[in-house]
């Protein structure tokens, strides 16, 4: 039996949106992940059917065709109440360089100061927390992710630069995350990450899926020069392990 | 190849779209006003997926180098085929060396130009719909050239359709969107009641109107958003979500055009008048 209660909602006519309670929650996150395995395995054909998930919302976006929303509220339902206990796709840790220079770290100082941390310190903390793909949205392969520890809860910029670098690391609130392309952004920079989240010339343009791990660790000035040519010809491998279910 | 003299303002290829990627933050892009080119591609004999150029208020100059039939649709412009004036929704046989020219912008504010069997260009992630940075640019430029298929024969089953006028509407159809129950009985009156008209911000990604509305209080977890979602911001503006917006906001999600809304609202420019009628 499935634990949390869902509702389902028509989303223009192409669309349906499931929604579980309003919270961030891992158990929530795992419930939905769940629930596409399922749908793609017995109902829903992933070659007309897109299934967009984020933190507690799971949207099925249906190609062409006009949905009967009265035939598939019910059905989702119960769907949802049969599928039982599902494995869900392979989830892996992603452990991913940055280099905290401050060249690169344009707010590093600052925030520093306003969370009354060293540098050394605000580093150590980002890059021992362990966070959680909860979306993939904004930009092609931008991460929403969860699992910030409060001591680096900063605000964001009190004015949004109007062009952040790809690959920058931003801080901002219970948030952080890289920027996969050049993009104007209100977040606190921190460092910069030499893999590219999105690549196009892949044939999964974007290694990281939700539900996903994802965790930092500092490199320097050198690794990331070798990192960075190694990512513009596609060549470099990410340290990865596999989450148990 | 169709060579490029001239590009217009903001000239695009698009298809139906890039289908599968959503999960991964990709928008789907594809045509604005899909009902014009479902038109073109019908008359064509087209796949309904087949590669048009989407020409935004003023137009190209364009060189062919090999026969095909042409169809143009969408906006009406003053178009000439080597000088001679060619209208909308009707199959135009062209020539090797033949030049079309796109002049004033009559009616409507993007036009298209649909070809025999479509253009050939790059297909990246299975569409050849450009956008930035899924391909390499957004619009095309002077001096390139876009491949297509040599057709020398084709007798059109029709060889013309009529123009309607529905595109010029200001009404647009909407459904509910996933937040609609959380407005107030006063945000419900000024959207319903009144017209909009169309912000100088308005683009492939979104439409955003000139006039405010009592902003929200809500507060909502990041979640999906479709082309055709509109979003309400906490200063009461509304942005209307287009083929290119991104696939997810945490601004709650008032309304959803419905297909032909969009197509009508692809072709209206700043100044516009519009208005939403519950569907």
Redesign the interface.
């Known amino acids: 039996m499935s634990s949390f209660k869902i509702s389902v909602?028509?989303?223009?006519?192409?669309?349906i949106?499931v929604?579980w309670p309003?919270r961030?929650e891992e158990s929530i996150l795992d419930e939905i992940l769940q629930f596409i395995q399922y749908l793609k395995k017995n109902h829903l054909d992933?070659k007309e059917w897109?299934?967009?998930?984020?933190?507690?919302?799971l949207?099925l976006?249906c190609?062409d065709t006009v949905l009967d929303f009265d035939y598939f509220k019910p059905k989702i339902k119960e769907w949802y109440a049969i599928k039982g206990k599902i494995e869900p796709a392979t989830r892996y840790l992603w452990r991913l360089p940055v280099s905290y220079d401050l060249e690169f770290g344009l707010d590093l100082e600052e925030i520093s100061g306003q969370l009354g941390l060293s540098v050394e310190r605000l580093i150590e903390l980002h890059s021992q927390s362990i966070y959680t793909v909860?979306?993939?949205?904004?930009?092609?392969?931008?991460m929403?992710l969860g699992g910030v520890p409060e001591a680096l809860e900063v605000p964001r910029k009190p004015t949004p630069r109007p062009k952040v670098l790809k690959g920058s690391v931003g801080l901002a609130g219970k948030q952080t995350g890289i920027y996969?392309?050049d993009s104007p952004g209100g977040w606190n920079i921190i460092g910069k990450c030499p893999v590219p989240m999105?690549d196009?010339k892949k044939e999964n343009?974007?290694f990281v899926?939700?539900g996903d791990k994802i965790q930092f660790y500092p490199i320097s000035m050198a690794e990331y020069q070798l990192h960075k040519i190694e990512g513009e010809v596609g060549i470099y491998n990410l340290e990865k392990k596999v989450l148990d279910a | 190849m169709l060579n490029i003299i001239k590009s217009g303002f903001y000239t695009t290829v698009q298809d139906t779209g890039r289908?599968?990627?959503?999960?991964?933050?990709?928008?789907v892009s594809g045509v604005m006003d899909s009902f014009s080119v479902s038109k073109i591609n019908t008359l064509l004999e087209n796949d309904e997926n087949s590669a048009v150029l989407e020409i935004t208020m003023t137009g190209p100059s364009l060189e062919f180098e090999q026969d095909t039939y042409i169809v143009l649709g969408g906006a009406e412009m003053s178009v000439t085929l080597n000088d001679i004036n060619i209208e909308n929704y009707k199959v135009y046989k062209v020539n090797g060396g033949d030049i079309l020219t796109y002049g004033k912008l009559l009616k409507g504010f993007r036009a298209y130009l649909g070809i025999k069997d479509g253009f050939k260009t790059a297909s990246?992630?299975g569409s050849r719909s450009l956008y930035k940075?899924?391909?390499e640019g957004d619009s095309i430029k002077k001096m390139s050239s876009l491949p297509y298929t040599t057709c020398k024969q084709f007798n059109p089953k029709i060889s013309e359709l009529k123009v309607d006028s529905v595109l010029e509407k200001i009404k647009l159809e909407v459904?509910k969107?996933?937040e609609y129950k959380l407005l107030t009985d006063n945000q419900l009156a000024q959207l319903f009641y009144r017209e909009f008209s169309v912000a100088n911000e308005n683009n492939r990604m979104a439409y955003q109107l000139n006039e405010v509305i009592e902003g929200n209080k809500i507060s909502?977890?990041?979640?999906?958003t479709?082309p055709?979602?509109i979003q309400l911001t906490p200063a009461g503006k509304l942005i209307i979500l287009m083929k290119d917006g991104?696939?997810?906001?945490g601004y709650p999600?008032i309304l959803?055009?419905?297909?032909m809304a969009m197509s009508i609202l692809a072709q209206k420019r700043s100044g516009d008048h519009i208005s939403f009628k519950l569907k």
């Not at chain 1, 909860?134 to 931008?142: A, H, K, R």
């Not at chain 2, 909502?220 to 999906?224: N, P």
């Not at chain 2, 959803?256 to 297909?259: E, G, I, T, V």
Request: overall charge positive; aromatic content about 14%; some cysteine.
């Open positions: 909602r028509q989303f223009g006519v192409h669309a949106l929604e309003n961030v992933e897109e299934f967009v998930p984020a933190y507690n919302s949207t976006i190609k909860y979306g993939i949205g904004f930009l092609p392969g931008f929403y996969p392309q999105f196009v343009p974007c899926k939700v | 289908f599968g990627y959503r999960e991964k933050g990709v928008p990246v992630l940075p899924i391909t459904f969107g996933p909502m977890l990041t979640s999906a479709l055709g979602t991104q696939t997810t906001g999600r959803q055009l419905s297909d």
